[in-house]
């Protein structure tokens, strides 16, 4: 059974960062591909981004250069490093894991985690 649960979510000012930690049960990152998505009321949910199995990542245009997807394959855990803040990354975020690759560079994930907040206040 995959379970995957994430932390690290809160309240910051804009400009500020936050840490996203997923951590993975069940099974191993190394093989799947991991990701972060996000969901605001009204909107529907949004790839963040994704970390493939060979260690290649890709990011949504609205957080390039701001954001950073890491794992500890050791520790079966997933990161989201979030800097320089900005209202409109607001939201509950997603920890995902996927086995196809198909599925994952279409940003179709199979296993998700309940969310963690994220509030950015201006």
């Known amino acids: 059974q995959v ?3 994430e932390s690290g979510g809160g309240s910051v000012q804009a400009g500020g960062s936050l840490r ?3 951590a993975a049960f ?3 990152t190394i093989g799947y591909c991991m990701g972060w998505f996000r969901q605001t ?3 529907e949910r949004e790839g963040v981004a994704t970390i493939f ?3 290649g ?4 245009d609205s957080v390039k250069g701001r954001f950073t997807i890491s794992q500890d394959n050791a520790k079966n855990i997933l990161f989201l490093q979030m800097n320089s803040l900005t209202p409109e990354d607001s939201g ?3 920890c995902a894991a996927e086995a196809r690759w198909l599925e994952c560079i279409s940003w179709r994930f199979n296993f998700w985690g309940q969310g963690t907040q994220v509030t950015v206040s201006s």
Not at 57 to 60: D, L, M, S
């Open 3 to 5: 379970q995957l649960v």
């Open 20 to 22: 996203l930690s997923c």
């Open 26 to 28: 069940g099974y191993t």
């Open 41 to 43: 009321p009204g909107k």
């Open 53 to 55: 199995e060979d260690g």
């Open 57 to 60: 990542t890709r990011y949504a």
């Open 92 to 94: 509950s975020y997603y």
